[in-house]
């Protein structure tokens, strides 16, 4: 009798464990999809100046955004060493050792935010390259004529600025979903700020003066 | 009793926590769910294969305004007794977006229809198709897709 109580016991206890589960599971599910609509819904308003930029003091804001990636404000930048258009190697560790600090720009010419925000980096990097920052472009565009895509469209704006061509080693590195995306990377090796997505140009700016260590 | 014991230990062995939530990747364009096309055999016919384009985002025509931008294509594979025709793509919409307020391109968006043009011998016919596209919203764009289509066609 009493092995019999004790029985029914634990299964009455079962039962239980597994109906708050169930009702557990689906109130995640719930939030979970209440999030990922809000993030639709942000998705669809968003705009050209939207606050998509990161640096040290959002980074803990923006890592609930999925669209975001890991973070990398903070850390040391992956390093890559890529193709460039006209066949040669370029690192980022050559780069760092030529340059105070780095503008990394992932784009491809079939991205149009990424060819909006182009003849501004051409600007910026003319204003800036006297103080120490370069820019290096990493273009996502498929082989086999990606080098010669690049080479034409960089021609056609004047971008004089370092390109590479992605192997898909870089995107993966720097975990980048979103065309544009920018990292800016200090004197240090560290990314000090994130932009997702086409920022304005001031935006861009700011960033760069703070990998150069201004504020 | 013995029953009522195993029930109670299988119960006990079963995962009592929760599972963790995985977010779905993000799918810019989804094919309906579409039940096998029903075809005169030996006759030309149309086979529709309806998209979703996820709300807020937009994907180039078969037709884009640049040269540059990668067109939205489908290309069944080759399949025995099952001859392709051309494919009738939808005209895009010419729309301009935040990143591009004066310049307009050739895009689409909401629910499209594209139209395979098919001659197939008698039989079922369980075949695929790629549907290639790449999509944007108003700030980004994201690396081009290859989506596999499922097509079945019934010719009698």
Not at chain 1, 35 to 44: C, D, G, I, P, W
Not at chain 1, 96 to 108: D, I, S, Y
């Given at each position: 009798m009493k092995r019999n109580i004790l029985v029914a016991g634990i299964v009455i206890v079962a039962l239980a464990v597994i109906g708050w589960a169930g009702v557990e599971n689906y109130r995640q599910r719930q939030v979970a999809?209440?999030?990922?609509?809000?993030?639709?819904?942000?998705?669809?308003?968003?705009?050209?100046?939207?606050?998509?930029?990161?640096?040290?003091?959002?980074?803990?804001?923006?890592?609930?955004?999925?669209s975001m990636g890991p973070e990398m404000v903070n850390k040391a930048a992956p390093e890559f060493n890529l193709a460039t258009p006209d066949g040669a190697k370029?690192?980022?560790?050559?780069?760092?050792?030529?340059?105070?600090?780095?503008?990394?720009?992932?784009?491809?010419?079939?991205?149009?935010p990424c060819k909006v925000e182009m003849p501004w980096l051409v600007e910026l990097e003319k204003q800036y390259a006297p103080q120490g920052l370069e820019i290096v472009g990493v273009s996502e565009d498929d082989p086999p004529d990606a080098a010669d895509k690049v080479k034409k469209y960089t021609a056609k704006v004047g971008a004089g600025y370092p390109m590479v061509l992605d192997d898909g080693s870089a995107v993966k590195s720097f975990d980048v979903q979103d065309f544009p995306t920018s990292f800016y990377i200090s004197a240090d090796g560290k990314v000090v700020a994130q932009s997702v997505g086409l920022v304005g140009r001031d935006e861009i700016e700011a960033n760069m003066r703070k990998a150069l260590g201004g504020k | 009793m013995r029953v009522l014991t195993a029930f109670a230990m299988l119960l006990l062995a079963m995962p009592a926590m929760p599972q963790n939530?995985?977010?779905?990747?993000?799918?810019?364009?989804?094919?309906?769910?579409?039940?096998?096309?029903?075809?005169?055999?030996?006759r030309p016919a149309?086979?529709?294969?309806?998209?979703?384009?996820?709300?807020?985002?937009?994907?180039?025509?078969?037709?884009?305004?640049?040269?540059?931008?990668?067109?939205?294509?489908?290309?069944?594979?080759?399949?025995?007794?099952?001859?392709?025709?051309?494919?009738?793509?939808?005209?895009?919409?010419?729309?301009?977006?935040?990143?591009?307020?004066?310049?307009?391109?050739?895009?689409?968006?909401g629910d499209v229809t594209l139209r395979l043009r098919v001659t197939a011998r008698a039989g079922e016919h369980a075949t695929t198709a790629t549907l290639r596209y790449q999509a944007c919203d108003n700030r980004a764009c994201y690396p081009p897709k290859n989506l596999p289509v499922q097509l079945m066609i019934v010719a009698k």
């Open positions: 999809q209440q999030k990922q609509q809000e993030l639709e819904s942000q998705r669809v308003e968003l705009v050209p100046v939207g606050p998509r930029s990161t640096d040290a003091t959002t980074a803990d804001a923006a890592k609930g955004d999925a370029l690192s980022l560790t050559a780069l760092r050792k030529q340059h105070k600090a780095l503008m990394v720009n992932f784009w491809a010419t079939w991205c149009v | 939530f995985i977010a779905a990747p993000r799918e810019f364009v989804s094919v309906l769910p579409m039940g096998p096309a029903h075809v005169v055999a030996g149309v086979v529709e294969v309806h998209l979703r384009i996820a709300n807020g985002m937009h994907v180039n025509s078969h037709t884009p305004s640049e040269d540059y931008l990668i067109p939205t294509t489908i290309t069944p594979a080759t399949a025995a007794g099952v001859q392709w025709g051309a494919v009738e793509y939808p005209a895009g919409e010419m729309r301009n977006f935040a990143f591009s307020a004066t310049e307009k391109f050739s895009v689409y968006t």
